[in-house]
């Protein structure tokens, strides 16, 4: 019986192999392609996008097993895609303590002592924290150990902020560590000392890993747990992709660990949304490694792949990390922290690029950036590659020799919108208002040919992408500060802000052929909402929710 039955649903397999899956119709399809820029319905057969037109041309192929989704006038685009955030980072945020919104460090601590009472803490169990500013503190001051000590000195507690640049630990935590005055300084980071030389706690880039590495690894299956917990959150703002920067979220810091874990995600058709990891690989030895077992860029499927070599070279503009050129114009005694000297950049560049696997460099600060265009021009002047795509993450603080490169050297930009948001109202106090005027200057980049790639930085700010498109083109804050926006000269379109979040972020992984936009033979992935942003007024994009978030040509989050 079983046999017959198999020999019929064959063949009714055959007989309706020329009908789709789904449709989508009766909407404003805004499809980023220009050979069909506006549709009105799309049809979807086994996770492709098999045709885009008219509604009568797009039911014309259904069968009374296609699924029909009625758009019922909403705007549909090509799905999200986050161009750089850090999944298993957020995912682990939501197992912390959530500092975001902290107002002094009192708050902090009072917060802390309340997400401690609902632990079962055990002997040895680390608590963490992360999401505080101390911009938004009433003392505008780090915490330090002895602040943490009021919460607790017989568990290790760490706390992170906003930026995940700087963290500050109590003292159990330095005493696990094995971390005294009598600790040399570490290259490529700093941790503070009081005028006894004494550590105060504060932990500033790769001082934080003198800490961390003391924290226990976690399991492939708690790993795996945490990254189901960050997508099926994601996509609820109509992401469908991620380029994400994964390797060190975790302690022990194993990328073997987070690739596998991964992979059995893909492998088990349990991952809701696709997975470029930008692979943050901090020395050559880990770079070695991870080449020589096979790994490199386009490695993987179209649920998850191997994107770029991560390169970590500055920190934050709020903790006065990113590296500048000149002092800060706050605190002419720092110029933020180099994290690698040239020659070191230029090894981890050279040797990535030699391998075929392309670059994405983390540079906020100006010198940072000329740093790293100065390795780029090296190895293609060296070993030329047309179409490298090698990128820069961040972009923030540049002038005009800067934004040029960016055009004649082909190198991607990965920006932030959402940064807007607080960093409009500390930009001019750090650099200063001449070097503010050429910073964030993203209309800029559209208007030299840039590439640019939107992402979130997510959990450093929110992954809600249309309130990253509100900033892109309002430049205000989420308040609506200042009334005709910051900078307003270096508004980008809605158009160029979409483009962005979908074929730019697309272009940015060597996948435009196969997302970013609403065309045939692409993956059916797609985001509908409740207002068309093309039309509303630019202020009202902050209200706008997604109502659909359709991924591979099947409704995985809906209202």
Known sequence: MT????????????????????????GKVVTMDKRQPIAQAVAVKDGRISSVGTVEEILALKDADTKVIDLEGKLMVPGFNDSHMHLLSYGTSLMKANLIGTTSIDHLVDRMKAFMENLNLQQGSWV????????????????????????????????????????????????????????????GGHFDVDENGQPTGVLREKA?????????????????????????????????????????????????????????????????LRVYEQCLLSTKERLNSFLEQGFNTGVGDDLFKIGPLKVLADGSLGARTAYLSKPYADDTSTRGICVYSQRELD?????????????????????????????????????????????????????????????????????????????????????????????????????????????????????????????AVTRKDLKGYPENGWLPDQKITVEQAVYGYTLGAAFASFEEDIKGSITPGKLADFTVLSEDIFEICPDTINDVKVLKTIFNGKVVFEV
Request: negative net charge; proline residues 4%.
């Open 3 to 26: 046999k017959y039955y198999a020999i019929i649903v064959s063949i009714l397999n055959i007989e309706r192999s020329g009908f789709v899956d789904l449709v989508v119709v009766n």
């Open 128 to 187: 963490e924290g992360r999401g505080w500013n101390h911009d938004h503190f009433h003392e505008k001051k780090f915490p330090t150990r002895y602040d943490l000590d009021k919460i607790s000195t017989e568990f290790p507690i760490i706390t992170t902020r906003a930026c995940g640049h700087v963290s500050v630990v109590n003292s159990k935590a330095l005493e696990l560590a094995g971390l005294t005055k009598n600790t040399p300084q570490i290259d």
């Open 208 to 272: 934080l890993n003198l800490v961390s590495e003391h924290i226990p690894a976690p399991s492939v299956q708690y790993i795996k747990e945490l990254l189901m917990k960050a997508a099926d959150n994601v996509i609820t703002e109509g992401i469908t992709s991620v380029q994400s920067d994964d390797f060190e979220a975790m302690p022990g810091k194993d990328f073997n660990n987070v690739l596998t874990a991964y992979s059995e995600l893909a492998s088990e058709r349990k991952l809701p």
């Open 347 to 471: 090894e981890l560049v050279s040797l990535a690029h030699n391998a075929g696997m392309h670059v994405a460099i983390h540079c906020i600060g100006d010198k940072t950036m000329y740093m790293s265009f100065d390795s780029f021009e090296k190895v293609l002047s060296k070993n030329p590659r047309d179409d490298h795509r090698h990128s820069i993450i961040h972009c923030q603080i540049t002038d005009e020799t800067l934004l040029d490169k960016y055009g004649d050297l082909g190198v991607v930009a990965h920006i932030q919108p959402i940064f807007i948001d607080y960093d409009l109202h500390i930009v001019e106090d750090r650099v200063g208002k001449e070097l503010a005027k050429t910073s964030y200057n993203w209309k800029g980049m559209f208007d030299r040919g840039v590439n640019v790639a939107c992402g979130s930085d997510c959990p450093v700010e929110t992954f809600d992408v249309l309130k990253g498109i509100y900033c």
